[in-house]
């Protein structure tokens, strides 16, 4: 028996003013997409913001269906967006942030495991890891490598 033990590395930081500036100005860029959010029946509105490796920010927010499980997360919408509207171009970097009507969030916003799954394939498909940047309405911020951060053991491609 041996056993294996698998470790992620969150950078902590207690404000946006702490971070460098193309990722204060992403963050900034998913805060204003949180207003582009379809989410009447949570009103839990998720906005997210790539950085692609031309410089250009392409945002993404969860847009909801009264079927509840049609409902489209922001950081997958953010990727669609960005895959069309930049192909061939790396994502480095994504920003995630949450306003909910109900109450202040102030934990940094975890992405489901769909978009973990999504995420993970996406670095898988450009070659290249992306930077995860989360932040709830208020608070710390967390800082992580890569998607696969977020996803270890993922399934993925090569299984198949
Ligand atoms: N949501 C996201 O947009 N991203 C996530 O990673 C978690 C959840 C959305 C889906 C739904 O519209 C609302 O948040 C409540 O689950």
Sequence with gaps: MKEITISTKIKVYESAKE???????LLESARAARDKAYAPYSNFRVGAAVLMGNGAIVQGANQENAAYSMCIC????ALGNAAMQHPEVAVRAIAV???????????????????????SEAEDRQGADMVIILQGSEGEIYVLESGKALLPMGFHGGFL
């Design 74 to 77: 922001a950081e997958r919408t």
């Design 97 to 119: 942030t949450v306003k909910s009507d109900k109450k202040a969030i102030a934990q940094p916003v975890s992405p489901c495991g769909a978009c973990r799954q999504a995420i």
């Design 19 to 25: 971070l460098p500036a193309e990722y204060q100005k």
